[in-house]
């Protein structure tokens, strides 16, 4: 499945998301607190990329993080983007 290049959707000014075309098995709770670089499912078939840190009421299936977080705001930016998601 990986690497994964996808089209991805700004929202709220601070994430990205992508549906998926098959749901996913999910384990959500409410996280709390998103963290910038969380790799997140919404329900069972939104893939979420956050970009900015804040507190959330929604549940999440946390599947994984990015390592490096330093300029991933700039590099998202405003509008929609191209992801590639690839393991290290």
């Known amino acids: 499945m990986l690497p ?6 700004e929202l709220n000014g601070n994430e990205k998301y ?3 075309p098959k749901s996913l098995p999910t384990n959500s709770s409410n996280p709390g607190t998103i963290k910038n670089g969380d790799l997140m499912l919404y329900g069972s078939k939104t893939l979420v990329l956050f970009y900015k840190t804040f507190s959330t009421p ?9 390592n490096d977080t ?3 705001a700039s590099a998202l ?9 690839a393991l290290e």
């Not at 994964?4 to 959707?9: E, G, H």
């Not at 929604?58 to 990015?66: E, H, K």
């Not at 930016?77 to 998601?85: E, I, K, L, R």
């Open 18 to 20: 992508f549906d998926l």
């Open 4 to 9: 994964l290049t996808i089209n991805m959707i």
């Open 70 to 72: 330093t300029s991933l």
């Open 77 to 85: 930016g405003g509008g929609n983007v191209t992801v590639t998601f």
């Open 58 to 66: 929604y549940n999440y299936t946390r599947l994984g993080s990015v």
